[in-house]
């Protein structure tokens, strides 16, 4: 829920116009597309069309509403460790949201893909990987994607779609787009990095922070991604593979986030 504040005019300076792109780490490059096209798919067929040369290209699609983005991975591990790889991606984008958002505010994942903010259904993420690439073989790339709602204001009264929200709702600032962006790919970075050093460990247990079912649990992330949590000895297992393979986030109708 937000509140609206009543402030004292102030003396503005001179607008500065918001970039026409992210400023990115010199790993990534930057890919805008048009509103009509999806990230997820643009960046899959650069994967394909470029093989290993596309590795670190961020996809952008252009348009206010929706926050649709896709990275493309290069993995150096078969593909039921791999995979693992779309879950840094969601821990990155949990960051990203976090760092803009009220420290109030919890943001909570529905296992594995969708991202919850104050209990209502944000946005979610992808994983796109070759077809018919094997469980033990190393994938020529991964494509992440993420898409996050922006604004509900198209579809009129947003009490009419109750289970979701959007930034805008949520009192994230104007032009907020570009600068998730930017900090997600930031944290990304900065996850990979700690996996190389450290193990995935550490990783798992911050993600498993936004995970409501691991409350009160003994909790880790096995190997294949998959999510134990121990309770009076008795080991539940929340699957990764098949939780990716329909994104439960996704209407189909429209491609974008259900509202």
Avoid: Y
Avoid at 135 to 150: I, N, R, T
């Amino acid at each position: 829920m937000t509140q609206s504040f009543v402030h004292e005019p102030v003396v503005q300076g001179p607008v500065i116009p918001e970039p026409a792109a992210p400023v990115l780490p010199p790993a990534f490059r930057c890919v805008l597309a048009p509103a009509a096209d999806d990230a997820f798919s643009r960046a899959r067929a650069l994967a394909e069309d470029e093989a290993g040369d596309a590795a670190g290209t961020l996809v952008l699609v252009e348009r206010g509403d929706i926050l649709d983005l896709a990275v493309i991975l290069a993995p150096d591990e078969p593909l039921a460790s791999a995979r693992r790889a779309f879950l840094v991606g969601i821990l990155a984008l949990i960051d990203a949201v976090g760092t803009h958002a009220a420290p109030e505010m919890p943001i909570t994942l529905l296992w594995p893909d969708t991202l919850m903010f104050d209990g209502a259904r944000l946005g979610g993420g992808r994983l796109g990987q070759p077809e018919g690439c094997a469980e033990d073989a190393v994938p020529d790339w991964l494509v992440f994607s993420a898409m996050l709602v922006v604004s509900k204001t198209r579809i009129g009264d947003p009490g009419l779609t109750p289970d979701s929200t959007a930034l805008d709702e949520e009192g994230f600032a104007p032009g907020i787009r570009l600068a998730l962006v930017e900090s997600f790919s930031r944290n990304l970075m900065k996850a990979f990095a700690v996996w190389e050093e450290d193990g995935f460990a550490g990783i798992g247990a911050r993600l498993l922070a936004h995970l409501p079912q691991a409350g009160g649990a003994k909790a880790e992330i096995d190997r294949h991604g998959d999510a134990l949590l121990e309770r009076d000895g008795t080991v539940g297992r929340l699957a990764l593979a098949p939780g990716l393979s329909e994104p439960a986030w996704r209407d189909p109708a429209t491609g974008t986030v259900r509202l």
